[in-house]
């Protein structure tokens, strides 16, 4: 098993240029997470997708969109990339089944530069 | 709302010296508890899990006690190895089957030869 996947690994973008972020994973979850971390601030959750179909905001998703295209698939968006965006982003899944103690795998992250 | 606090690093320290990582949280009810670590250039990998009071989770050398009277999660490891130098970030799931984790904000740890 892979786990989860992120595609690409590396990204520079210029001011305004949009791009979509991929992650896959291979564990059969029904959770997805989207998050962000930069420096001192730790991690913090964009998007999360609690099941096929559905998405929900976490702590920061301004500027960003998700959409969860299948069980497998879950991709995140900048529409007009911003200095502010540039980050290190990392998806997680999770098989939630009610359980919080249930664990989430994360993946080897996005390196993204907006200049 | 629910919040973790991690002591803030950078911490240094040799090969072979006692490592304490210190965590409390915020939390209603009885929250399950992580340890992830990252190492450098890489995602976020679970280190260790306790999901009730007076539970102790314990890998690769390392363990932390769930403390509900002191709110407390603190990692500990006896002998550091140069092989653990990363990040180790403290989090929280809510009590209740949340989706969310709740991390701290993580603390770097070098452990030089």
């Known amino acids: 098993n892979a786990g989860v996947t992120q595609t690409p690994k590396f990204q520079v973008l210029k001011t305004g240029q949009s791009m979509t972020l991929q992650c896959a994973q291979d564990m059969n979850h029904n959770s997805m997470y989207w998050y962000r971390q930069d420096p001192g601030m730790g991690l913090r959750l964009i998007y999360y997708s609690a099941s096929e179909g559905t998405t929900d905001k976490g702590e920061v998703p301004n500027g960003y969109n998700v959409s969860r295209l299948n069980k497998r698939e879950f991709s995140l968006r900048l529409e007009s990339a911003a200095p502010s965006q540039t980050s290190v982003y990392f998806c997680?899944?999770?098989?939630?089944?009610?359980?919080?103690?249930?664990?989430?795998?994360f993946g080897p992250g996005t390196r993204l530069t907006v200049l | 709302g629910d919040s973790v606090t991690q002591m803030e690093g950078p911490v240094t320290l040799s090969e072979e010296a006692f490592l304490t990582i210190n965590c409390t949280y915020t939390a209603t009810g009885y929250p399950s508890l992580f340890w992830y670590v990252q190492y450098p250039g890489e995602g976020l990998q679970l280190l260790l899990k306790a999901t009730k009071a007076d539970d102790k989770g314990s890998n690769k050398g390392f363990e932390a006690t769930y403390r509900k009277e002191t709110t407390s999660f603190h990692l500990e490891k006896g002998s550091v190895q140069v092989s653990d130098s990363a990040v180790y970030f403290c989090?929280?799931?809510?009590?209740?089957?949340?989706?969310?984790?709740?991390f701290g904000k993580g603390t770097k740890l070098t452990v030089n030869p």
């Open positions: 997680a899944s999770r098989n939630a089944g009610g359980h919080s103690y249930n664990e989430q795998f």
């Open positions: 989090a929280l799931s809510p009590f209740g089957g949340s989706e969310k984790l709740v």
